[in-house]
Nanobody, 126 residues
Framework: QVQLVESGGGLVQAGGSLRLSCAGS????????MGWFRQAPGKEREFVAA????????DYADSVKGRFTISRDNAKNTVYLQMDSLKPEDTAVYYC???????????????????WGQGTQVTVSS
């Protein structure tokens, strides 16, 4: 069982930056692929980024590639999403996700996620 708690969301102007954090419970945190998804009003939940158990592999949606960076600190049971050059279309609720096992072999899909966080709101004003 893994519990995930996101933090770091908020309101920012276009072009600004935010850093999301996701703290996981349990001693098996390092066994999971960790990812971020987002969901805007009226839209389906979509993949943003993912990272393998040891940080050796990462994957990004085309819409955020070059602007967002995912990282993890297994000693702190925490995964981060650094978001730079934010755009109004990045506005959404961002969810942390955990998938076992921790090998990032393909694009992480919502139905593959074993555990979800409660979400944190990110709003980018124009």
């Amino acid at each position: 069982q893994v519990q995930l708690v996101e933090s770091g969301g908020g309101l920012v102007q276009a072009g600004g930056s935010l850093r999301l954090s996701c703290a996981g419970s349990g001693r098996t945190f390092s066994s999971y692929v960790m990812g971020w998804f987002r969901q805007a009003p009226g839209k389906e939940r979509e993949f943003v980024a993912a990272i393998s158990w040891n940080g050796g592999s990462t994957d990004y949606a085309d819409s955020v590639k070059g602007r967002f960076t995912i990282s993890r600190d297994n000693a702190k049971n925490t995964v981060y999403l650094q978001m730079d050059s934010l755009k109004p279309e990045d506005t959404a609720v961002y969810y942390c996700a955990a998938d076992f096992p921790g090998l990032l072999r393909s694009r992480l899909a919502p139905h593959e996620v074993d555990y979800w966080g409660q979400g944190t709101q990110v709003t980018v004003s124009s």
